[in-house]
């Protein structure tokens, strides 16, 4: 029996020195000292040993789970390092190692200078409203007293939806103030931005699709002096303080009278250049006083109130706030453009 005991000390052991890791060891206690495992098996036969014998083989017996509890321990102790290292090693993070850029991208330069306008005319009191791409001939021409026979009409001009000319792409953002006025009483200052749309052909300077920013204001007492004083603040600011606007009488048929607005060029400061075709003044914008008609028609008394309008194009804002000298280049998502704003 004590050489039962001994081989299972030996068996014990080895199995212990090679058990890789927790699980196995865990499973060698169960085995040799468990319940049911070998060492109580052995035991369970002392019964028939005689009173001489007995506690030699229990000594044995004693020493032998001794030693198996100490391997056990010992190999633990040995595998739990291993095991803590590993995860050490695999779990290693190199904070000095260069991360991996987030491309989180930028504001397109027709976003950057749409802000900054914002900034401007919110800071002045108006408010941003805004209205359909696809509009009711109605709003975009009727009620604008643009007359039937106006260019503007023409298939070759614009963009129809509806066969019978009632429903097109909007050609300029003024329906909103129709929509506006029609919803709201004075006082109304409000600027629209958006996207509008002509039969154009694409070129450096123009696209069927481009944005404008409208904007109105309707009160009592509005005259032109408010809307020079206004659109001259507005230019200043988005240009610089030593900006010379010009505004040339014009026609448009809801604004009475109309004006349109040049900036002296940046460039060649008036002598003529390039940018400015040799003009000295660079065009920007369309302006006047809203006409009575329209007033009227959108219920407000135009003896009561005065309101002025202007339509900004917000390409050709942007292409001279960054110097761009081709409108395309605005269209054409080409990073190597995009990413220089
Ligand atoms: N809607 C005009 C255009 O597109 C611009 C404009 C707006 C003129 C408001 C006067 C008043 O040319």
């Given at each position: 029996m004590k050489e039962t005991l001994e081989k299972l000390r030996a068996a014990a052991l080895t199995a212990i020195a090679d058990a890789p890791g927790a699980k196995r060891l865990e499973e060698l206690r169960v085995k040799y000292l468990g319940k049911k495992g070998e060492l109580t098996a052995i035991l369970k036969q002392m019964g028939g040993l005689s009173a001489e014998e007995r506690p030699v083989i229990g000594q044995a017996a004693n020493s032998v789970r001794e030693s198996i509890e100490q391997a056990l321990e010992a190999r633990g102790a040995v595998v739990e390092a291993d095991a803590l290292e590993r995860r050490l090693r695999d779990e290693e993070l190199d904070v000095t190692v260069p991360g991996t850029e987030a491309c989180i991208g930028r504001r397109h330069p027709i976003s950057i200078v749409l802000d900054e306008a914002k900034d401007i005319f919110v800071g002045m009191g108006f408010s941003i409203a805004e209205g359909p791409e696809v509009e009711l001939s109605v709003y975009d021409f009727d009620r604008l007293n643009i007359p039937q026979s106006h260019t503007v009409r023409e298939w070759s001009d614009t963009f129809y939806v509806a066969e019978d000319e009632s429903v097109h792409l909007r050609c300029q953002t003024s329906p909103v103030q129709v929509r506006y006025m029609e919803a709201h009483s004075p006082p109304i200052r409000i600027i629209s931005p958006g996207r509008v749309y002509r039969k154009d052909e694409i070129d450096a300077t123009h696209s069927p699709m481009f944005h404008q920013i409208e904007g109105l204001a309707v009160d009592r007492g509005i005259t032109m002096g408010d809307l020079k004083g206004t659109l001259n603040a507005v230019l200043q600011r988005l240009y610089g303080a030593d900006t010379k606007t010009r505004f040339r009488p014009h026609h448009f048929p809801f604004t009475e009278p109309s004006c349109e607005v040049d900036v002296q060029c940046f460039v060649c400061s008036g002598a003529g250049c390039r940018t400015c075709k040799?003009?000295?003044?660079?065009?920007?914008?369309?302006?006047?006083?809203?006409?009575?008609?329209?007033?009227?028609?959108?219920g407000i008394d135009p003896e009561e109130y005065s309101g002025f309008a202007f339509g900004l194009g917000l390409e050709r804002m942007t292409m001279l706030r960054f110097g761009i000298d081709d409108m395309r280049l605005l269209f054409e998502n080409d990073m190597r453009f995009l990413g220089q704003f």
């Open positions: 040799g003009e000295g003044w660079i065009e920007l914008l369309g302006a006047g006083m809203v006409h009575p008609k329209v007033l009227s028609g959108c």
